[in-house]
């Protein structure tokens, strides 16, 4: 279907629901889009041609994609179309109607704008639209705007661990917790749930209904979006968003995590990515143990897909298998390939090849993202060695407030050490 209508929606009725919430990235969105286009409002409006192009070309012959308004808040309606693998089983031997197997996901991508900021709300697979250009940890990084570190709030933590074999930690509290009890120097957030009370919701904008109960909570997702888990009206909606961009200016109470992007250290990624690049053509053990291919989200990677597909630059499969793509893979493709192995080749493998999964029915699970953006490495770089972690395409490095608390940490652990010394020598 081709059909594409941009129209007002100019019912008065107002309906709840819940959002996923993503603030985008406007350098982001201008490269991808390659614009120089400054006003907000018109980068929604190519925001939205974008995403609706992209949904249509997935499956030019079934997906659905309209664009359409209402007030500020400005949609793309998605309807995707697919049949399951097994529907050949039913099919023929069954005797069931094709069209009976046909299976439809409903997204949305909405876009509204608040002083000179682009939020972005989706439903089903609205987010996959619009991965490559949403503030990486923008709920996360909300909390310690809002709560004490010392305050019990935390009900679920996922952590991504940088030492050891396990990759990621997810445990789920009997209670909540606060940020001082779950600090672990090994590991960073990579999301939070968390149980707020009314006092905390107001400063999110959130209003309850004088019959709701005094002591009535809220759970909020915190990670790259913010999921409050209440309904909204549009109008509600708008009023937390605000509220969201006045919480932004306001200073943290406490380090949540003490990994930060390094643009607030004065290092430009693009040369982390040239050395990393510069390593991977190298193709030193060494320095490249460790490395590794994460997908979106690692459980899922590795769990709940069953086929995994490469593709390169021109979309061409060239990977396609039952078990997760792994970095050996990738250097057994260029090995295969018998070319040169050269910095341009690592750089179109990192930047513009994809990876995608699906699962048991042929569903995408993962949607076709660049390598380098489901990909985890860690390298030492500049005069002081200090190390830079790549999470997601994006780099981070510690603060110097880590290492403190590191020298602190130790000195109490051998300051402790010392007094079990001292007490079993006394003992003889």
């Not at 993503?22 to 889009?33: G, N, Q, S």
């Not at 004065?266 to 053509?281: P, R, S, V």
Request: hydrophobic share 35%; with cysteine.
């Amino acid at each position: 279907m081709n059909k594409e209508q941009v129209f007002d929606n100019v019912s008065d009725e107002e309906v709840e629901t819940q959002f996923s919430i993503y603030k985008i990235d406007l350098p982001a969105v201008r490269t991808t889009l390659k614009t120089a286009e400054k006003d907000p409002s018109k980068l929604v409006d190519q925001l939205c041609t974008y995403v609706r192009n992209i949904a249509q070309k997935r499956n030019k012959e079934k997906n659905y994609a309209e664009i359409c308004q209402s007030n500020q808040f400005k949609s793309v309606f998605i309807v995707s179309v697919h049949y399951p693998k097994w529907k050949n089983l039913f099919i023929n031997q069954f005797n069931i109607d094709q069209s009976k197997t046909q299976n439809s996901n409903v997204s949305f991508v909405m876009f509204y704008v608040s002083e000179q900021t682009i939020f972005a709300m989706t439903g089903g697979y609205g987010s996959s639209y619009i991965r490559g250009f949403v503030v990486k940890n923008f709920g996360l990084y909300l909390i310690p705007k809002i709560i004490g570190e010392d305050q019990a709030i935390i009900k679920r933590v996922n952590e991504l661990n940088l030492t050891s074999n396990r990759v990621a930690t997810q445990r789920m509290n009997r209670k909540t917790t606060s940020a001082s009890t779950e600090q672990d120097l090994s590991s960073i957030y990579k999301d939070l749930n968390v149980e707020i009370d009314q006092t905390i919701a107001s400063q999110l904008g959130i209003i309850f209904k004088s019959e709701e109960r005094a002591d009535k909570r809220v759970n909020l997702v915190n990670k790259d979006s913010l999921v409050i888990k209440r309904s909204f009206t549009l109008s509600q909606l708008k009023k937390v968003i605000d509220k969201l961009v006045q919480l932004e200016k306001k200073k943290d109470k406490f380090v949540l995590n003490y990994l930060v992007t390094v643009n607030k250290l004065g290092i430009k990624e693009k040369d982390l990515t040239k050395k990393l690049i510069q390593i991977l053509k190298e193709n030193d053990p060494i320095k490249i143990d460790g490395y590794q291919i994460v997908g979106d989200e690692f459980d899922k990677y590795y769990l709940n897909a069953t086929k995994y597909f490469l593709i390169d630059a021109e979309a061409n499969i060239v990977i396609e298998q039952e078990s997760p793509i792994v970095m050996e893979d990738l250097f057994k493709v260029i090995q295969e390939k018998k070319s040169r192995v050269t910095i341009s080749l690592w750089q179109d493998i990192l930047k513009k090849w994809k990876i995608y999964t699906e699962d048991h029915s042929g569903d995408q699970m993962m949607f076709p993202t660049r390598v380098f953006e489901v990909f985890t490495a860690f390298m030492e770089y500049g005069d002081d060695g200090k190390i830079y972690y790549l999470i997601n395409g994006s780099w981070y490095s510690f603060v110097d407030q880590y290492c403190d608390i590191l020298d602190k940490e130790f000195n109490k652990v051998f300051d402790k050490s010392i007094q079990i010394a001292e007490n079993i020598k006394n003992q003889f």
